[in-house]
């Protein structure tokens, strides 16, 4: 961790979640280099069930490296990662997904042409018959995913459709519904709501309390400080691969996230070097060190 770290330094498994709550996943110091890149270094992390974690920064920050490392799709370099406390190192996303933590990416693999419900199933299919006459149960695939996605308050009018033909937001919601129901512990969402317009945005926020309320330990990877604080109970920042602000909910607003994402101190400086170029008007940028300052904040809507 920086020394520029502001917020509640090591304080990420316990801030967040009732005393003796063990988080679900933890990452303790952990890090990534990808040969002579440091790609993350000194992150803490803990999911706990019940909770939305979000992970904000900006491009480069290291976010994907982050969710590589507890999807099972990379492995740390340095540090810890725990899972129900036991340190773990997963080789394959196969042994994360076993261990009840599901990904949803951004590009969700799904087969466009293939009819929503199938998609549901995809690579965990439901079958009928005895050995060798096994084949797949149609109806009850259906059936089951139909009732899944109306307990996620999800009604389609024809489970038949191509799945393509959803929305971007319908199909995150599908994803999510399918992540709930093959028994996921942990979710992670990779930027779910980046591509989105401001309603769909909402409908995938309002599937991620769900989640959550079902008991979920949630990952929320985002940009958007906005979206962040709508579901968010702890607040991740990081910046150029280290952790710059971990918060919970009771000890950051809105405000002052949104600036940490805008990199107040950033613009300050920036403020700094620009009072000294005749016709720049700097006033409303925030002083060095001044985090809290109202102006410093991306515009509603544009973050
Ligand atoms: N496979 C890789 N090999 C080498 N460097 C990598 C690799 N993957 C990521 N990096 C580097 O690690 C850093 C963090 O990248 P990462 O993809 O985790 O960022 P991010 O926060 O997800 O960014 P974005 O918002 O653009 O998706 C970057 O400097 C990137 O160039
Ligand atoms: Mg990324």
Redesign the pocket.
Same mark, same amino acid.
């Given at each position: 961790m920086t020394d520029n770290t502001t917020g509640t330094q090591g304080a990420a498994t316990s801030d967040t979640a009732p005393d003796g709550d063990r988080p679900l996943v933890e990452l303790r110091a952990a890090g990534k280099s990808?040969?002579n890149?440091r790609?993350?270094h000194g992150v803490d992390l803990a999911v706990h069930p019940g909770r939305v974690t979000c992970v904000l920064?900006?491009?480069?920050?290291?976010?994907?490296?982050?969710i590589?490392i507890i999807s099972g799709l %990379?492995q740390h370099t340095e540090g810890e990662f725990l899972v129900d406390g036991e340190p773990v190192r997963f080789s394959t996303p196969r042994e994360a997904l076993d261990r009840g933590i599901a990904t949803v990416y951004q590009d969700l693999a799904v087969v466009p042409l293939m009819p929503v419900w199938r998609n549901f199933f995809l690579g965990s299919e439901m079958t009928k018959g005895p050995w060798p006459l096994r084949r797949l149960d149609i109806d009850r695939m259906k059936q089951t995913a139909d009732h899944e996605l109306r307990e996620m308050g999800i009604v389609l009018d024809d489970l038949e459709q191509p799945i393509g033909t959803l929305s971007g937001g319908q199909r995150q919601c599908v994803a999510i519904a399918r992540a709930v129901y093959f028994g996921a512990r942990v979710l992670i969402l990779d930027?779910p709501t980046a591509a989105l317009g401001v309603k769909q945005s909402g409908v995938v926020l309002k599937y991620i309390a769900m989640a959550r309320d079902r008991g979920l330990g949630v990952i929320f990877?985002t %940009?958007n400080p906005h979206h962040a604080y709508m579901v968010g109970d702890h607040f991740s920042v990081?910046r150029l691969?280290t952790l710059e602000l971990s918060a919970g909910r009771s000890e950051i607003g809105l405000e002052e996230l949104t600036n940490h994402m805008a990199g107040g101190a950033e613009l300050a400086a920036l403020k700094h070097e620009l009072a000294q170029v005749r016709g720049v008007d700097t006033e409303g940028l925030p002083e060095e060190g001044d985090l809290q300052a109202p102006a410093a904040a991306t515009p509603e809507g544009k973050s």
């Amino acid at each position: 961790m920086t020394d520029n770290t502001t917020g509640t330094q090591g304080a990420a498994t316990s801030d967040t979640a009732p005393d003796g709550d063990r988080p679900l996943v933890e990452l303790r110091a952990a890090g990534k280099s990808y040969g002579n890149i440091r790609a993350l270094h000194g992150v803490d992390l803990a999911v706990h069930p019940g909770r939305v974690t979000c992970v904000l920064g900006d491009n480069g920050a290291g976010k994907s490296t982050l969710i590589k490392i507890i999807s099972g799709l %990379h492995q740390h370099t340095e540090g810890e990662f725990l899972v129900d406390g036991e340190p773990v190192r997963f080789s394959t996303p196969r042994e994360a997904l076993d261990r009840g933590i599901a990904t949803v990416y951004q590009d969700l693999a799904v087969v466009p042409l293939m009819p929503v419900w199938r998609n549901f199933f995809l690579g965990s299919e439901m079958t009928k018959g005895p050995w060798p006459l096994r084949r797949l149960d149609i109806d009850r695939m259906k059936q089951t995913a139909d009732h899944e996605l109306r307990e996620m308050g999800i009604v389609l009018d024809d489970l038949e459709q191509p799945i393509g033909t959803l929305s971007g937001g319908q199909r995150q919601c599908v994803a999510i519904a399918r992540a709930v129901y093959f028994g996921a512990r942990v979710l992670i969402l990779d930027e779910p709501t980046a591509a989105l317009g401001v309603k769909q945005s909402g409908v995938v926020l309002k599937y991620i309390a769900m989640a959550r309320d079902r008991g979920l330990g949630v990952i929320f990877i985002t %940009h958007n400080p906005h979206h962040a604080y709508m579901v968010g109970d702890h607040f991740s920042v990081l910046r150029l691969g280290t952790l710059e602000l971990s918060a919970g909910r009771s000890e950051i607003g809105l405000e002052e996230l949104t600036n940490h994402m805008a990199g107040g101190a950033e613009l300050a400086a920036l403020k700094h070097e620009l009072a000294q170029v005749r016709g720049v008007d700097t006033e409303g940028l925030p002083e060095e060190g001044d985090l809290q300052a109202p102006a410093a904040a991306t515009p509603e809507g544009k973050s």
